[in-house]
């Protein structure tokens, strides 16, 4: 089974030999929950995203990613950050793909659809800001949700 690692800060990371912009959605349903997934590639939980694709623009790759992680359509509304900070490494086994992180972080409301797992995630769930720590997730993950419950503008880094 493919397993993604992540490092950070690690002197015994490999180094990365790609670098691919994803992105990241802050997805808030109208109780004000973040909806979250389980990572089925490392267990950890996190905001659904991926890998923007050839020919689509950053908000449309945010809804598809979106949906197949989730079974939730969003709208998108706004722009969290970006993260780029070349301290974090993701070790992709499958095909031994060492990515330096490059992901753009934005917000969505959800729309329509039910939480329902895909390939990619082992669970999806509506969570209570105020749960938000009890979920166990790479620092970068937390990190990301910081910066969107601090608000006051874009990240940039």
Known sequence: ?????????DPSAPAPNSLVPSVNVVVTNDAGELLLIRRSDNDNWALPGGAIDLGESIPQAAIRETLEETGITCEITGLVGTYSDPRHVIHYTSNDEIRQEFSLVLTARAISGQPTPSTESREVRWVPRHELANYGMHRSM????????????????
């Open 1 to 9: 089974m493919s397993q993604r690692i992540d490092y950070y800060a």
């Open 142 to 157: 937390r990190l990301r949700i910081s910066h969107y419950l601090q608000g006051g503008g874009p990240h940039i880094g």
